[in-house]
């Protein structure tokens, strides 16, 4: 059983977090208390502390082969980790994008047109992708995150939290072997914080109208000439770059357009 005051610690030490989502002015920027990402990091120090090895096997990847999608809020502090990186790095992260995502990039686009249906069909088959043929995320290179620093929400969430989906359900925001560890091994009074506030801050930081996309596209999106343009472009024309793409075949990549 959970200790009695430990859990009330746990609980006191959420819900002082959770004080400061709202007051959140940024992503990845003051690495302190206005920093939605610091506030995510701090939930999951807090809740590894008395839960020891917590539900997630340190070195696990797999979420990795769930791709997320991304704003372009997170879009700017991912792409601002990954233009640190060696240009082999870089190169190895392109040619992944291209080689296994490359035809499905047309239906990456996740908003702010993309119907629910869409996000699903996609979602489902990106997973089908990751189970047949071992694709996963592009930033995840010899098995660790590339970005690690500069991971969205959700990379930096999962596992450590539960999601309210409606007023009566509530659900562990982490993968099925999780959930059951949690059930299995975890007594009934485990306290895990909601992550649906922070979400919401989110969407709220980003505004109206957010540029939304799996992370290939984003990806290939900043390809010019096969390298990774300097330049980040938060509202990138996805709809004119996934064309042209598809109709050269290897432009973006920055291979010769066919004749
Ligand atoms: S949520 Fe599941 S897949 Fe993700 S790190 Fe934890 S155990 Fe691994
Ligand atoms: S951004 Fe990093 S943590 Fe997130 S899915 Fe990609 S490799 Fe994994």
Redesign the pocket.
């Known amino acids: 059983m959970f200790a009695e005051d430990a859990c009330a610690k746990l609980i006191a030490g959420y819900q002082a977090i959770g004080d400061n989502v709202r007051k959140a002015t940024n992503i990845g920027r003051s690495g302190d208390d206005r920093d939605l990402y610091r506030l995510v990091d701090k939930i999951v120090t807090l809740a590894s502390e008395p839960y020891g090895d917590f539900l997630c096997v340190t070195g696990c990847?797999n979420?990795?082969?769930?791709?997320?999608f991304v704003t372009s809020l997170e879009w700017e502090t991912?792409y601002a980790h990954m233009l640190k990186l060696p240009p082999a790095a870089q190169q190895t992260i392109l040619q992944r994008t291209f080689d296994w995502f490359g035809a499905m990039l047309g239906r990456m686009i996740v908003g702010p047109a993309a119907d629910t249906p869409g996000l699903i069909a996609m979602s489902s088959e990106l997973s089908d992708v990751a189970t047949t043929a071992g694709h996963?995320?592009?930033?995840?290179?010899d098995d660790?995150?590339?970005?690690?620093e500069?991971?969205?929400l959700?990379?930096?969430a999962y596992g450590h939290f539960m999601q309210r989906i409606d007023e009566m359900l509530r659900t562990p925001y982490m993968c099925v072997p999780a959930q059951h560890h949690l059930t299995d091994h975890f007594p009934k009074d485990t306290v895990l914080p909601l992550y649906n506030q922070f979400g919401a801050r989110l969407v709220q930081l980003q505004g109206h109208d957010p540029a939304l996309a799996f992370?290939p596209l984003w990806i290939a999106s900043h390809a010019t000439e096969g390298k990774l343009q300097d330049q980040i472009n938060t509202r990138p024309d996805f709809a004119s770059a996934v064309p042209q793409f598809i109709a050269t075949g290897t432009r973006l990549w920055g291979a010769p357009a066919p004749d």
């Open positions: 990847t979420c990795c082969y769930n791709l997320p991912l996963h995320c592009p930033l995840l290179i660790r995150c590339s970005t690690y500069g991971r969205p959700p990379c930096r992370i």
